[in-house]
């Protein structure tokens, strides 16, 4: 059950309206490493959670924590569209260079979302599913959400390095801050299960059924050896269960592919000299 708190999380208050900058920041609400993927991908972790149920628990206290953060940028982009389209069509019409739509604005903020924020990213493509992970295996997906929440930072810091409006600066520093706090939590949650389980996913599959011959091997495959000098190329491997090694020319192991003729029916490219009748 969710229980909605009228107030949101943050301010999530504009000093003036900024259609374009409203188009900029759908990215980080409906894009890739928006808002929208974390939500659906830490709710579904934890719907579908089998283990602990500490990480349950976490995973939608974090969860529910970002449908506000998409609350908050939702209503920040329907007052950054205050205005809009009148404001920016006077300003296109004396200003001829304009090329773009309203000079840049979003023209399905206003004819589709009647001046809201849309589930899509920055160039109009819908929020994907796809975006989001739920492998079942606890340890595969908060790596995985360490990258999703490092993205994620990376572009906020981008987008609140694209504006001077303060308003939107002070709620972009609110999300900053909490993504330093996501990140912490998910390299605290990985260290915790990789000291309880090998580093390796998944952790349940008998080494001994690999090539562990090649397990620890960085083979150099592009010209230049400065790969070699690297912490992946000597010492001990990350998972405590072997030693790296690099090999410097790796040879091919397997045999020259040579496959046999299509059958007739096919009606691919015949040998030399064959007679390829159709079917009766």
């Known amino acids: 059950m969710f229980y909605h708190v009228k107030e949101l999380q943050y301010e ?26 974390v939500m659906m991908q ?70 589709v979302n009647g001046l809201g924020a849309q589930p899509n990213d920055s160039a109009g493509y819908p929020f994907n599913a796809r975006y989001t992970i739920a492998s079942g295996n606890l340890l595969a997906d908060f790596r995985a959400n360490l990258n999703a929440e490092s993205q994620g930072r990376l572009q906020v810091v981008r987008l609140y390095e ?66 070699s000098t690297g912490r992946w190329a000597n010492g001990t491997s990350m998972d405590g269960q072997g030693q790296f090694e690099y090999v410097s020319q790796p040879k091919a192991r397997g045999q020259n592919p040579k496959l046999a003729p299509a059958p007739p029916y096919i009606h691919g490219t015949p040998p030399n000299n064959a007679n390829h009748n159709p079917s009766q």
Not at 48 to 73: F, P, S, W
Not at 96 to 107: R, T
Not at 184 to 197: D, K, S
Request: hydrophobic content about 40%; aromatic content about 8%; some cysteine.
């Open 12 to 37: 999530a208050k504009p000093e003036r309206p900024d259609p374009v900058y409203a188009k900029k920041l759908q990215e980080v609400l409906g894009g890739q490493y928006g808002e929208i993927t």
């Open 42 to 111: 830490y709710l579904f972790q934890g719907f579908n959670c089998r283990g602990e149920q500490k990480y349950r628990d976490m995973l939608l206290d974090i969860g529910t924590e970002e449908i506000a953060h998409v609350e908050m940028l939702a209503t920040m982009i329907a007052q950054l569209l205050d205005n809009a389209p009148v404001q920016e069509q006077e300003e296109a019409a004396k200003d001829p260079v304009i090329e773009a739509v309203l000079g840049g604005m979003n023209p399905q903020h206003a004819i």
């Open 162 to 227: 694209m504006t001077t409006d303060r308003g939107v600066r002070d709620m972009l520093s609110w999300l900053i801050a909490r993504d330093t706090m996501h990140q912490n939590q998910w390299m605290a949650a990985i260290e915790e299960l990789e000291q309880n389980q090998k580093a390796i996913v998944p952790a349940t599959f008998n080494q001994q059924f690999e090539k562990q011959e090649v397990s620890y091997s960085f083979m150099n495959f592009s010209q230049g050896e400065e790969s």
